[in-house]
């Protein structure tokens, strides 16, 4: 079984900073990448930035310069820190993980989402 949780989202005004977490957890034997994603209603989920085994990172062009991933292999975790964020940040932030369970099985996992809200 594995569990991924995010934290770290709430109400900021715009032009502010936000840093949120995700770690997975359980039977995992090695984490492939993780990433972060959100969704607004009526629209479909979108990728925010992701990062994967060897460090490399991919970020949607509306957020480059502005948020930064890190992974934090010990813990099987990623953090993703959001500056001079705008309304249009706003939104469910979804937590993603690539990973084996076992040397040949692997899957992609979601979390339950964090709701980031930036005020204008």
């Known amino acids: 079984q594995v569990q991924v949780m995010e934290s770290g989202g709430g109400l900021v005004q715009a032009g502010g900073s936000l840093t949120l977490s995700c770690a997975a957890s359980?039977?995992?034997?090695?984490?492939?990448?993780m990433g972060w994603y959100r969704q607004v209603p009526g629209k479909q989920r979108e990728l925010v930035a992701t990062?994967?085994?060897?460090?490399?990172?991919n970020y949607a062009d509306s957020v480059k310069g502005r948020f930064t991933i890190s992974r934090l292999d010990a813990k099987n975790a990623v953090n993703l820190q959001m500056s001079s964020l705008k309304p249009e940040d706003t939104g469910v932030y979804y937590c993603?993980?690539?990973?084996?369970?076992?040397?040949?099985?692997?899957?992609?996992?979601w979390g339950q989402g964090t709701q980031v809200t930036v005020s204008s």
């Open positions: 359980g039977s995992i034997f090695r984490v492939v990448a």
């Open positions: 990062v994967n085994s060897g460090h490399a990172t």
């Open positions: 993603n993980a690539y990973l084996y369970t076992t040397p040949t099985s692997w899957n992609e996992y």
